[in-house]
């Protein structure tokens, strides 16, 4: 299949030692056919250099050896899921881990009370631990995209004078000194978005899930690119949902519970990757099916990163989070970092 970029042809045909081969379709006519002699995704180690740019993040290994990217600017938005204890959370740390030293504003929505997001939240500029809040950033991020969209109509640079290719239609046409920082949304529970017990709560879940849509299809040209995670993402989270899945190009899918799990990640792209998501054992926590809308998918695991790893990257780099004004209420309110220079003990007092 030439949409498949790479298949575990030894799996295919029933083999059980550890020689993979791995065929991939490169041009019309060409076919590339790699060998290796242990399975790469039982004890992941990343290469200690990869080919990153803006906005373009390694965070996993494919089992034929290669890099995965998470690349913002060719898919802009994402769809993570995954059953409890697949991994989920550890792809999550890698992709902040990753963002972290880059030019770019995180902005977290974490309706479990913030217990996956907040403890990262010097390197976030807002953060969200509720519905009620979450709701309120999501229309303030709408009207900052506005606020973005408006900037790149006063320098769109149309006159006859310009090159076609320098007239600014996002905000990476722009000059450097004035382009706005481009912003990753991450959605940690999506259904917690979603469910309602109200008339309410029903009304507050339709302006939230309105606000995504209208990120999920005007954000990429504003540089707003969203990464949503949840354990299912299907039609029985009312309506809307469906319209925003179409919208999240990017799929990976961990460990799920169900065929119909599966489905709702790959069923309109790739039955070949449905199948292969079901067949994710319990014991392999980490591994995953990523895919696109092209119907090419990877099996793909993300090396482990502890809580503390994560953090610690984040402290790293809090001078690189950047403020920004119409989430500023959102910004969460964090103590200083402790001193590098700590005395490792008290000087004595002079005695005569």
Known sequence: NPKQDSRDVSQARGQTHQRRHHVTSSLSGVVEVRMTGYDVLKQVQMPAKTDTCPMRVPVALREDGSVHYRDYRAVPHGLTLGATES?????????????????????????????????????FSALADNPDTALELLEAL??????????????????????DAEIAADIWDLPDDIRPVPVVVLVDEVAELALFA???????????????????????????????????????????????????????????????????????????AVLAAIQIPAETRGVAIAGDSTGGWHR???????LRQAVNTCNRYADRTPDLPALAAYRPA????????????????ATA
């Open 87 to 123: 991994g989920k959370s550890v792809y999550q740390r890698n992709l902040v881990a990753g963002l972290a030293p880059m030019d770019v504003a995180l902005v977290g929505v974490d309706c479990k009370q913030g217990v996956q997001l907040f403890p990262l939240a010097r390197r």
């Open 142 to 163: 709408v009207t900052h995209m506005e606020e973005v969209y408006q900037l790149i109509r006063a320098e769109q640079r149309i006159s006859v004078a310009v090159p």
């Open 198 to 272: 109200s008339k309410e709560e029903e009304k507050r879940r339709d302006r939230i899930i309105t606000a995504l849509v209208r990120l999920a299809q005007l954000g990429r040209a504003a540089g707003i690119y969203l990464e949503i995670c949840g354990q299912r993402f299907g039609s029985e989270l009312g309506k809307g949902i469906t319209m925003l899945r179409a919208q999240l190009t990017g799929r990976t899918a961990h460990r799920v519970n169900d065929e119909t799990s599966a489905n709702m990640a790959f069923g309109d792209i790739s039955p070949d």
């Open 334 to 349: 964090v103590a200083a970092l402790p001193s590098d220079r700590v005395p490792l003990s008290k000087t004595a007092p």
């Open 300 to 306: 793909i695991r993300a090396p482990h990163t502890s």
